[in-house]
Nanobody
Framework: QVQLVESGGGLVQPGGSLRLSCTVS????????MGWYRQAPGKQRELVAT???????TYAGSVKGRFTISRDNIKKTVYLQMNILKPEDTAVYYC??????????????WGQGTQVTVAS
């Protein structure tokens, strides 16, 4: 059974940093695009950053220059380095991966979410 396991969330002061990780567990043929999304209370889930298999990245305008997405294809892991955090970055962050499992069809998978709270 394929799962995306996230870690790295927590409470941080404004201006601080956090690094999120998301690892794919289970048997797969391949991982394609990966990304991070977030959902704040009372708001819709929004895209934060994406990265292709070749390393091309896209960012939401609100995080560009502060967040960096990266991936390690050997470790089947995607990272989100978040710097200069602001209170408005507070949300549950979800990992997403377009992958092809050994059992089943290629589709999007989601992590369970990790809480990031930015407050003094």
């Amino acid at each position: 059974q394929v799962q995306l396991v996230e870690s790295g969330g927590g409470l941080v002061q404004p201006g601080g940093s956090l690094r999120l990780s998301c690892t794919v567990s289970g048997s797969i043929f391949g991982i394609y695009g990966m990304g991070w999304y977030r959902q704040a209370p009372g708001k819709q889930r929004e895209l934060v950053a994406t990265i292709t298999t070749g390393g091309s990245t896209t960012y939401a305008g609100s995080v560009k220059g502060r967040f960096t997405i990266s991936r390690d294809n050997i470790k089947k892991t995607v990272y989100l380095q978040m710097n200069i955090l602001k209170p408005e970055d507070t949300a549950v962050y979800y990992c997403n991966a377009d992958l092809w499992p050994v059992v089943g069809s290629r589709r999007d998978y989601w992590g369970q979410g990790t809480q990031v709270t930015v407050a003094s």
